[in-house]
């Protein structure tokens, strides 16, 4: 489709990819420190002090998600209608308020409850930066710059895994939760200084790389929508069948990712009876995986505009390698090679799948279509810990890995299953998208 005059030139300046991506990636990669480092203090101390057992190890690391889901939709609403940008630098202050707040806990039930506050202080941050992205990037480049972003993730556990890990031998886990959340400071003066929610309001961009952006982002909305869109309820959002089945797909991808992401490094210090500074250093390899997968998937999305495609085959490489993980366990290096294999495809359905909502809906359906699908979908980062704490409670560790790799499977089924409008190509106004509320 060729939604502008300047679509396939080359002369456009791209500036934005490095003035709007950096800082959006380094405070989502704050965002995501402050919330496993957990998975660190656990077995690093915090476990034993507060008498925490595997059950509960798993509620705390999983009832984040609960306080996730209160502004998920907001946030989502306030990037396409006000400042995104104001939004993520009040979260900034609170992140860094509770996690240092939680370095001073003294008993477990502190722990889950500030655990659920950073989980709310926290909720709106993908719907709104990915608003942001879908405001500064067209769907031609959409999956790459999502992917960019989304690999905050991996970047974000090569950076923790090894800091965790010295901080933890070097002083204990209480200074790990204080020195991280200061942390969100820093970065929160980046975030102020560099940061604009449309090309509109920048300063810096050039005429001609602004005028290429108002006109393909506005040409794709009018391919999408067929004309304005005044305002969308939650029930328009929640009406639609396809938006159900993204909820239910990232609901099951979700489990895997955080029960894996937070288990790693129990799973790690079990299987190599490591300490925890070696623990941190083994734990890189996976999130170095995670950056060549992120960019290999997204890449061959983009090329081929194939989305659904390229959402299952990550998804059921994941399941197959934590499911290796646990049938290869009676050698250490052929189950930590399938760690990494998880880490690989850990991220590498991600940005892809982010692409999907703003191919079917209209900028203003889009916003909240991504809060009520992280929202609702990342209840399963809740229930894929718990339930491995829970599987490690009655069983053992093997069962809850396992439980892993199902929900992974069912993930990828899922993908199979959208419709094809998902694909790049395959423009459908979805009924919601074109639906007018009376003023």
Known sequence: MNTSSYSTSADIPRQRWLRIIPPILIACIISYMDRVNI???MPGGMDQELGISASMAGLAGGIFFIGYLFLQVPGGKIAVHGSGKKFIGWSLVAWAVISVLTGIVTSQYQLLALRFLLGVAEGGMLPVVLTM??????????????????????????VTAPLS???????????????????????????????????????????????????TLAAEQRAIAGKEVKNASLSAVLSDRTMWQLIALNFFYQTG??????WLPTILKELTHSTMGQVGMLAILPYLGAIAGMFLFSSLS???????????????????????????????WLSYAALVGCGFFLQSAAGVFWTIPARLFSAEMAGGAR???NALGN???FCGPYAVGVLINLYSKDAGVYCLAISLALAALMALLLPAKCDAGNVSVSPVSTRKREA
Not at 144 to 157: D, K, L, W, Y
Not at 178 to 206: F, K, N
């Open 39 to 41: 998975a660190f203090a």
């Open 165 to 215: 890990g010295w901080i933890i031998t070097a002083l204990d886990w209480r200074w790990l939760f204080i020195i991280e959340g200061l942390l969100s400071i820093v970065v929160l003066v980046l975030w102020t200084l560099t940061i604009y929610d449309r090309p509109q309001e920048a300063r810096w961009i050039s005429d001609a790389e602004k005028k290429y952006l108002v006109e």
């Open 302 to 332: 983009d090329r081929t505009g194939k989305r659904k495609l390229f959402v299952s085959v990550p998804l059921l490489g994941f399941a197959l390698c934590m499911f290796l993980s646990v049938a290869l366990k009676e050698s250490i």
């Open 379 to 381: 209840l399963g980062g």
């Open 133 to 158: 992205i879908s405001n500064w990037f067209p769907d031609a480049e959409r999956g790459r710059a999502n992917a960019i972003v989304i690999m905050f993730v991996p970047i974000a556990g090569i």
């Open 371 to 373: 809060g009520v699908i």
């Open 257 to 262: 990712i955080y029960g894996y992401t937070l």
